[in-house]
């Protein structure tokens, strides 16, 4: 089977990829492992684990590309504040939409209901859909790509674009050099019931051992959701998971400090270990990394799913372009338009996520009172502040058009 482009893995970022270039006039084949089937939505079923907070440029890509309104007609919770402080001392800082005059800071949405609406346009549209397409040998020949799936088939394209996520197979197998570490932490996600109401707030509190966060969840009226990713050293995080449902809410009540009454119940929970990845170059002659194949960062600051759209968004205005000065797609000239144009952006997100990191899990007293201070200080800065939210909204830095008002 031959195309123009193949899309390895129709996760959130490729299958966002392949809808942005949909009326481009190539011949473009997505394939993923997975069956990509779209399940019925069931507003009664618990919540997923796995949700991101989705910025205001996200928003705006998945409601060009047509899949929002998948989204907002499954479930969403849209969250208008957010605030932090510091668990082991005075420190807090607050962060409102309202400050920057928007609506709302983004939106809370389960990952499979983001696929879900991505899925329901791909199988629209006339993109090429190859589900239960495992990759798992790659070569080049000629001038194409050849790639050979785990049932023998092969598929062929001169330009391939990895979005197969953190393990991507084609950043192994196309030997792109890449740099990780190890954050020495798991995060615990799940779904939990809280006594009082999430009054619509992203909830962060660093403790010793890293970040919690409690992020807002459109629960059934009445009831009080948040899902939370609780970030910490592995030898807590094996403790935590051992515990049973009662002795797990009374100690993740007392680590939020009760900031929302006491943790009712918790759904089941997952514990996902945590590493920092970046490919050193996201580029090749006809090969292009995009979303989690190039970076995997700290969820702390819920960016990562964000920086994957805007990585999609941005390749897809490159090749748009390119096709229209009839250059050739898979010229390294031309994907490094994207490289210099998304890696700075992503480097500058995951050095801010590590200093953070590292500020709120140092010990020393100075540096404890440093960012006590510091966060008070920030608090009282109203033009430092709205920075921060266009930040956390997206909407900084070198917009692809897809993103833009
Ligand atoms: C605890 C936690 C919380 C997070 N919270 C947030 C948040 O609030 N906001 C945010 O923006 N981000 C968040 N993230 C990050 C976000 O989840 C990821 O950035 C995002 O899922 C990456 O999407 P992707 O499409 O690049 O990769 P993936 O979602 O991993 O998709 C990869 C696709 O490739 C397919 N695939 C893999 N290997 C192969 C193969 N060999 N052959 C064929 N197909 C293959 C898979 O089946 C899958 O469909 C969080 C991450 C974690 C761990």
Redesign the pocket.
């Known amino acids: 089977m031959r195309a123009d482009l193949i899309i ?7 299958s966002t990829l392949a809808l942005a270039l949909e009326h481009c006039g190539l011949d473009i084949l997505i ?4 069956p990509l089937s779209v399940a019925p939505f069931d507003a009664r079923a618990p919540f997923e684990p ?5 910025s205001m440029a996200s928003q705006r890509i998945l409601e060009r590309l047509g899949a929002w309104q998948g989204i907002a007609t499954r479930r969403a919770s849209p969250y208008g504040e957010m605030r932090v402080w510091d668990g082991s001392g005075t420190g807090s800082i607050h962060f409102a939409a309202a400050s920057v005059h928007a609506e709302t800071l983004g939106h809370i949405v389960e ?1 499979r209901v983001v696929q879900d609406a991505l899925l329901e346009r791909l199988h629209d549209s006339q993109i090429g859909l190859l589900p239960g ?3 798992e040998q790659l070569r080049r020949s000629g001038d194409d790509w050849l790639l050979t799936l785990t049932d023998g088939r092969q598929l062929r394209a001169p330009l391939l674009v990895a ?7 084609v950043r192994r197998l196309a030997g792109c050099a890449t740099r990780e570490w190890d954050y020495l932490h798991h ?1 615990i ?1 799940t779904s939990v019931r809280c006594e009082r109401p999430h009054q619509a707030t992203a909830w962060q509190r660093f403790t010793d051992d890293g970040p919690l966060a409690f ?1 807002p969840l459109a629960g059934p009226a009445g009831e009080h959701w948040c899902s939370i ?1 609780w970030s910490t050293v592995p030898v807590e995080a094996e403790r935590l998971m051992a515990l049973d449902d009662e002795a797990f809410c009374v100690e993740l009540g007392k680590a939020f400090e009760s900031r929302l009454g006491m943790v009712l119940h918790a759904d089941r929970r997952l514990c ?1 270990p ?1 590493r920092q990845r970046h490919a050193k170059r996201y580029v090749e002659p006809g090969l292009a990394l ?4 190039a970076h ?1 960062i700290h ?1 702390l600051a ?7 759209f805007l990585d999609a968004a941005v390749l897809a205005e490159v090749l748009l372009h390119a096709a229209e000065r009839g250059e050739h797609l898979s010229d390294e000239r031309v994907l490094s338009r994207f490289e210099r144009r998304r890696m700075p952006h992503n480097l500058a997100m995951m050095a801010a996520m590590e200093g953070f990191q590292r500020l709120f899990q140092a010990d020393p007293l100075p540096l404890r009172l440093l960012r006590n201070v510091g966060l008070d200080l920030v608090d009282g800065q109203a033009e430092a502040k709205a920075l921060f939210v266009r930040q956390a909204l997206g909407l900084a830095g070198d917009l692809p058009e897809l993103a833009r008002a």
Do not use: F, Y
Request: charged fraction near 10%; hydrophobic fraction near 50%.
């Open positions: 390895v893995g129709a996760g959130m970022v490729g394939v993923d492992g997975s796995r949700v991101s907070a989705l990952n397409a495992r990759l979005a197969d996520g953190a393990n991507s197979a995060a996600v992020l990713v996902i945590l995009i979303g989690d194949a995997t969820p819920g960016q990562g799913v964000n920086l994957g």
